[in-house]
């Protein structure tokens, strides 16, 4: 009888450690973080939550390109977590976002969608654009970048970004970062229509504002 049950633990040691489950097959898991989120099952339960909630906000997506570069920037600071614990508070974050984002207006989302900088009628040369998601509770998520051109030619270009959620009252909302030197600025929805004043210069390079008028553009 000890021989079958050495036996026995020899056959389930050359099975190995069974695989969790995932959005993605774990026994084919490649890079650095495919491995960690397999490596724990709270993290990898987590990843398949995600899944799902992704899809069910495709559905209710008015602008799925604007949805999709949402996804991918938030990939992009998930591929750079160096452990479980960080996986997990960016899985928690972005779960609970895009479920947000599903519940909210149910599917309407009036203010969500991606916005470009005009000035006098034409795109603005100091580009700036907004992704913008409505999600349930009265907040909104901000996605955005901008850039100040001085002399592009020796490289004099400034750059700012925005990633973050603000406080939505009606039609306006207020965003503010963290920290001493936080970004700061308001925005006021009116149809296609997006107005950012009061930016503060805090967010990003010398001269760099998201301060102007957008206009909401579809599919870009």
Request: net charge neutral; aromatic share 8%; charged share 30%.
């Amino acid at each position: 009888m000890k021989k079958l049950n050495l036996l026995a633990a020899a056959a389930l040691a050359a099975i190995g450690t069974p695989v969790l489950a995932a959005s993605f097959d774990c026994g084919k898991a490649a890079s650095r973080v495919e491995k960690l989120i397999c490596a724990d099952r709270t993290v990898s339960q987590q990843d398949e939550i995600l899944a799902e909630a992704y899809k069910d906000a495709q559905a209710k997506a008015r602008d799925r390109a604007s949805l999709k570069r949402w996804q991918k920037a938030w990939l992009e600071r998930r591929d750079n977590c160096a452990d479980a614990a960080c996986l997990k508070t960016l899985y928690a974050e972005q779960n609970n976002d895009l479920r947000g984002f599903a519940r909210a207006a149910t599917g309407a989302h009036p203010v969500s969608g991606f916005y470009m900088r005009y000035f006098k009628g034409k795109p603005d040369k100091h580009e700036a654009s907004l992704d913008v998601f409505e999600l349930d509770a009265g907040r909104v998520r901000l996605l955005g970048s901008a850039i100040w051109v001085g002399n592009a030619a020796i490289g004099n270009v400034n750059l700012g970004e925005i990633d973050g959620v603000a406080r939505l009252d009606g039609r306006n909302a207020a965003y503010k970062e963290e920290g001493e030197q936080a970004c700061r600025l308001n925005l006021h929805f009116d149809g296609d229509i997006l107005r950012i004043s009061d930016d503060n210069m805090q967010c990003g390079g010398h001269n760099v504002s998201f301060d102007g008028e957008y206009r909401r553009v579809i599919g870009k």
